[in-house]
């Protein structure tokens, strides 16, 4: 009988935070500057620059420490981590080891029925480092720092996750605690949440874990389930063949859909940690720790429950709504002016993913206002536009951000509902189609359709489709 695998999980994950500064200078955070345009000689690492603590990136830490349920240290302080990387201009990291900035705290996870709980290790703050760029065509390397001091957490969890389902399940809590919290925006294209998968493989019922390896720098959710099935399929087939697996930090390729050696793992001490002897030890209250819990907002676990009961709306819609803060925010606001929430509901989770799957967008990328999708929910709502036309005119408050009332009115978008002159024009689409007619009279209801397209769109669009569909009945029923 074949031997039985289990798969055994623990993640690090970085956040960026969503200062306007950087952890220890006051150069700009904004992502796609020009290279080497948000830098000083802190973020550079020049001799005899001193770093200053944002305080700001403490407030974040702690608020994500305390809504993943973990301990916050009072005490904290910063240590150097030392290693030498092209992309890290002082040779060290700011970073945290022995006194992180939280600890022993735990996030719930989904996956079908099954209920878990996620344990993390400990959360600690740090700087990024800066980004290498190498040029094919000019056979260099280039060096941008204007990322070198980014403010990072890193979420370090413990072995408890089994499967990819339940790897993407955590990083969902995760970014969506985040993203409420405003403490980042987590978009994985952008960088500012990525992760190092640790894996190991051990026979099912076996109590110590296998050796251990590490994909260093995941950002995208496929690649992380593709990243994860590969190294566990890699790791059993050594196990098989009587070979060992090494512990080494991989680098995953998901074009190639192969993971290859990048260096042995390193431990603590390879790094040589000890005390930044140029930040002083952060003292933390416990009335600072209760300001930050009073600021906490709702989250989605409460959205979720309260949605249910206010607005009446089914469990589906309610876990779309809430699966991002910015589609929240525009349902509430929307729903507030218009009183409709299961018809601002339906606009959210049909035209509007639409439109952001057809453009690659993310729903944090939505730029319309709340006020103008409750305008256009009553226009559609009281039949002053069909739906065809409520449909258009999304489209352009979508991209635009138009005022609905006034883009229908300047563009004469208002449903015809004059009978005489709907009667007038079916008359004539009756005496042009007369195989249709002839259809219809012969048993054939589908033909109706297409004799009241041909109305819609001898008035592009703006007659009242009901009413046309009544009226061409009533004439060919005689």
Known sequence: ????????????????????????????????????????????GMPGSLPVLNKKVVGYAMAVGLA?????????????????????????????????????????????????????????????????VHDEWEDCSLVDYNRSGVPLIEIVSEPDMRSADEVIAYL????????????????LQEGSMRADVNLSVREVGASEFGTRTEMKNLNSFKAIARAIEGERERQIELIEEGKKVVQETRRWD????????????????????????????????????????SRQPELRTEKLIRYRKEFDIPQYDAEILTSSKKMADIFEAATAICKKPKKVSNWLMVETMRLLNEK???????????????????????????????????????????????????????????????????????????????????????????????????????????????????????
Not at 2 to 28: D, N, P, R
Not at 110 to 128: A, C, N, T
Not at 175 to 184: E, K, V
């Open 254 to 293: 998901d074009n190639k859909e192969y993971s290859y050696a990048m260096r042995s793992k390193e431990d603590a001490q390879d790094y040589r940690y000890f005390p930044e002897p140029d930040l002083a030890p952060i003292v933390i209250s416990d009335e600072w720790i209760e300001e930050i819990k």
């Open 68 to 132: 993943t349920n973990c301990k916050i240290t009072q005490v904290s302080k910063f240590d150097r981590k030392n290693y030498f990387y092209p992309d890290n201009p002082q040779n060290y990291q700011i970073s945290q080891l022995y006194l992180p900035i939280a600890r022993d705290g735990y996030v719930e996870i989904e996956v079908g029925d099954i209920k878990k709980k996620v344990r993390i290790h400990e959360m600690h703050m740090e700087e990024d480092a800066g980004k290498l």
């Open 360 to 478: 690659g967008q993310e729903p944090a990328d939505i730029a319309f206002s709340p006020e103008n999708l409750a305008k256009l929910v009553n226009l559609a709502d009281s039949g002053t536009i069909n739906s065809s036309v409520a449909k258009e005119v999304f489209e352009k408050i979508f991209s635009e951000d138009i005022d609905p009332e006034k883009y229908v009115e300047e563009n004469g978008l208002r449903t015809v509902n004059d009978e005489s002159a709907l009667r007038e024009l079916a008359q004539k689409v009756i005496g042009s189609n007369p195989k249709a007619v002839a259809d219809y009279r012969g048993g054939k209801e589908k033909a109706l359709g297409a004799l009241v397209g041909q109305i819609m769109k001898a008035m592009k669009g703006k007659a009242n489709p009901g009413m046309a569909s009544q009226v061409l009945k009533e004439m060919l029923d005689l």
């Open 1 to 44: 009988m074949a031997k039985q695998y289990e798969t055994v999980i623990g993640l690090e994950v970085h956040v960026e935070l969503a200062t306007k500064t950087k952890i220890f200078c006051s150069c700009s955070t904004e992502f796609g500057g020009a290279p080497n345009t948000h830098t000083c000689p802190v973020c550079t």
């Open 172 to 187: 969902e809590k995760l970014r969506m605690i985040c993203q409420y919290l405003g403490a980042s925006d987590c978009k």
